[in-house]
């Protein structure tokens, strides 16, 4: 029996979405329908909250059994994260506050489940949505296609229902410090805030059932360090709000007063209650290692939604640390050896702080708060910030790992804090599931720094996602990392990066992939991004394929041949003497103001026929280019160059002549930083004219090379064996300056 595939499923399914409630199901080459529906076909779930549907009301004979077949978006595409599986906490019994009075007794009772985010009773037809596997999934409508199966057929049930997530909504508060009496308690404060006005209305829109006329309670716990600590289930309160679950994160006290709403958390400590909410926090994660005992009354009157926020304070019993919510820390192999739980090893939980998409581990040098350190100061808050800036950057900007489809969407992005004077910052990752940075204080405080290594662990996060992204052993893909990472910090601190142009002016001439020039030629990068668009080099890193380098992989990309790409090298050369791309203001009010080291001047030598020829120090090679500075004459005057390739002179590399080429042409900069190009000239010898414009202030002859066949730059750290292709000209009007 041949079932329908997926794509067929789906066209059906958008045609009787738009006309149907209901959803009929019928076997391929069978007559035999059945029709099915839910109450609503419509779920509204809010990010983190748990969903369970009603029955599906159908038709089917009584031993129908029904699976999820799929869940996409608008566009047709699977969504995943609602399909894979994750691990969810539960309670296998309540925990007795008088006989469960051991952290192991309670660990005992919880217990770690795989579920699939949205999965389906076979039975029934009742669809469950986990909370926890929907913080990360972008707001919007998806579809649900459920399968029914009635013994050796199926039906797909492509119309019977879709979910319509909404941003989860938790008010912002700030607490009150109230202190307990009760014996060997923590410091603690709580702040209840009644709910009002156009942002009642939109929490009010995300409960099922609300009624005016009832009390609702959201309830969180937070830490010394204000990291939540989310109740994670629903729980009804008696009218003078006292608890009488044993355990409110699973027994429900049926009352028509109050109701706590229900906003997950991965991990979570066991929290046991009773009248006016005297609590004790227990280890439900293995990071807590003692209990917290806290007292604390609330003040709730009358119906309404009401913002409860219980905050621990500082104290010496609070040696614990909360599991934070949202995207796992990924633990890398080489760390097992590391006991985490010990403040003594070189890296511990109690010397660990996050952010939403980044964890940081600092060394045990440091103390507890490096911001306090005389010597080796590091702010980790404002350090995190910084991080948080430039990871959205580049995830949400320039796209440089694929939504959905991406291990950072599950995992933070791993700081380690090293408390060594000599200089440290690489970046890449840990064994192919997330991306790492490793940093000494001074790197940490440098705003630049920060980013060019966040940028290669988004280089990295692509070969976590499948992709080749410039890995192996090929000894000529290294040069393309550390170009894209400046490349990508410039886009965010351009100003940063003024101190490279010295160091990149002289060595223009080289390849465009060589490694003597990694960290300064990254400037053709901001050319693609001009021509093609922010997201660009991000898609050459997703799409290269693998044993490309990267002119490979952007020749294919584009769908441009080799004589089309010699071009656009050359007109990239000739735009670096205005710096017409990228942040053009500021490198040219940077540029042009300073020394004569920020400006453009190849060097050639007098042949004694009236020709010059560049010298061997900066030959052009593959995509190098040189621009020799002329001597202006009058506005209106006519210069003119005669050109000739050089081949077969043994004082160059004569080893490439067979591909050697060339691209060539005069542009004039005037005055005001505007310029005017000349022709672009491909052939191997000839001439050209040009009439100099008003305001001409700098003058130029550009030459790029222009290999006829591309192949590999090694990074060998050997100038010597480096293709060349030699030039000389002869000028009539002007002459090479200096």
């Not at 029709?35 to 509204?44: D, L, M, R, W």
């Not at 410091?187 to 005016?212: C, E, H, M, R």
């Not at 609590?279 to 293995?286: F, N, P, R, V, W």
């Not at 840990?430 to 001074?442: E, F, H, L």
Request: proline share 3%.
């Amino acid at each position: 029996m041949r079932i329908l595939s997926l794509a067929v499923c789906y066209t059906v399914l958008v045609i009787l979405l738009s006309c149907s409630k209901g959803s009929k199901g019928s076997a391929p080459g069978e007559e035999t329908t059945y029709t099915a529906s839910y109450a609503s076909n419509v779920f509204k779930v809010a990010k983190g909250a748990k969903f369970t549907s009603a029955s599906i009301v159908h038709d089917f004979p009584a031993n129908v059994q029904f699976s999820i077949l799929d869940v996409r978006n608008t566009s047709g595409k699977t969504v995943s994260a609602f399909l894979d599986k994750y691990s969810i906490g539960t309670w296998s019994q309540p925990v007795n506050k008088n006989t469960d009075l051991t952290e192991a007794a309670v660990i005992a009772k919880y217990t770690q489940t795989e579920k699939s985010g949205v999965s389906i009773d076979a039975a029934t037809g009742v669809i469950t949505i986990e909370g926890a596997t929907t913080q990360n999934i972008s707001s919007g409508t998806y579809y649900i296609l459920v399968q029914a199966k009635v013994n050796d057929k199926t039906y797909t049930l492509s119309n019977i229902a879709s979910i319509e997530l909404t941003e989860s909504v938790f008010a912002p508060v700030k607490a009150n410090w109230k202190y307990s009496t009760e014996a060997n308690a923590v410091q603690a404060s709580v702040n209840v805030t009644k709910l009002s006005g156009s942002y009642l209305n939109d929490v009010a829109a995300t409960i099922p059932n609300y009624k005016a006329s009832k009390t609702y309670l959201r309830l969180k716990i937070s830490d010394n360090r204000d990291k939540g600590i989310i109740i994670p289930e629903n729980i009804d309160w008696t009218s003078n709000f006292s608890l009488t679950a044993i355990n409110p994160w699973t027994t429900t006290v049926k009352s028509s007063d109050a109701i706590i709403l229900s906003s997950p958390i991965n991990r979570f400590p066991v929290l046991e209650q009773d009248s006016v909410l005297k609590g004790t926090i227990k280890a439900a994660s293995l990071l807590n290692k003692t209990a917290i005992n806290f007292d604390v009354t609330l003040n709730v009157t009358g119906e309404g939604i009401y913002d409860a926020v219980i905050k621990l304070n500082n104290n010496p019993a609070q040696n614990v640390l909360w599991w934070p919510g949202g995207k796992s820390i990924y633990m890398p192999n080489q760390l097992k050896s590391n006991n985490f739980n010990d403040n003594n090893s070189q890296w511990s939980y109690e010397r660990m702080d996050w952010s939403d998409n980044a964890v940081v581990f600092w060394e045990k040098g440091f103390g507890s708060d490096p911001s306090s350190s005389a010597t080796k100061k590091v702010d980790i808050k404002t350090m995190l910030s910084n991080i948080e800036h430039d990871y959205k950057f580049y995830y949400d900007t320039m796209h440089f790992v694929k939504a959905g489809q991406t291990k950072a969407d599950q995992y933070r992005t791993i700081i380690m804090l090293y408390e060594q004077a000599d200089w440290l910052a690489t970046g890449s990752g840990y064994d192919s599931q997330t991306g790492a940075i490793w940093i000494n204080y001074s790197a940490a405080n440098d705003n630049a720094t920060l980013a060019h290594e966040i940028g290669h662990t988004f280089q990295y996060l692509n070969s976590c996602d499948g992709n080749y992204a410039f890995t192996g052993s090929q000894n000529y893909i290294g040069q393309i990392w550390e170009q894209t990472a400046q490349y990508q910090a410039t886009l965010l601190y351009p100003t940063a990066y003024f101190s490279y142009i010295p160091s990149f002016l002289p060595k223009t001439h080289l390849n465009l992939l060589h490694e003597d020039n990694r960290y300064s030629n990254f400037y053709h990068l901001q050319y693609w991004h001009l021509l093609h668009g922010i997201d660009f080099v991000g898609k050459l890193w997703q799409q290269a394929i693998t044993g490309e380098d990267a002119v490979e992989a952007y020749q294919r990309i584009t769908g441009i041949n080799q004589s089309q790409f010699n071009d656009e090298i050359y007109d990239y050369a000739r735009r670096t003497l205005n710096w017409n791309f990228l942040h053009k203001s500021y490198y040219t009010n940077y540029v042009l103001s300073s020394s004569a080291s920020y400006t453009q001047n190849a060097k050639v030598n007098a042949m004694g026929d009236g020709y010059y020829i560049i010298d061997t120090s900066r030959c052009v090679q593959n995509y190098g280019f040189n621009a020799l500075q002329l001597t202006v004459p009058a506005a209106g005057t006519v210069v003119q160059v005669a050109f000739e390739g050089v081949k077969g002179n043994s004082l160059y590399n004569t080893t490439y002549d067979q591909y050697a080429g060339w691209r060539w042409g005069f542009v004039a900069v005037t005055s005001t930083g505007s310029v005017e190009y000349g022709a672009m000239n491909s052939s191997n010898s000839g001439s050209a004219s040009f009439t100099v414009p008003n305001n001409t202030s700098r003058l130029y002859l550009v030459v790029s090379g222009a290999p006829t066949q591309h192949f590999h730059h090694a990074w060998d750290n050997n100038l010597a064996n480096d293709e060349q292709y030699p030039w000389k000209a002869k000028f009539e009007n002007t002459l090479p300056k200096n």
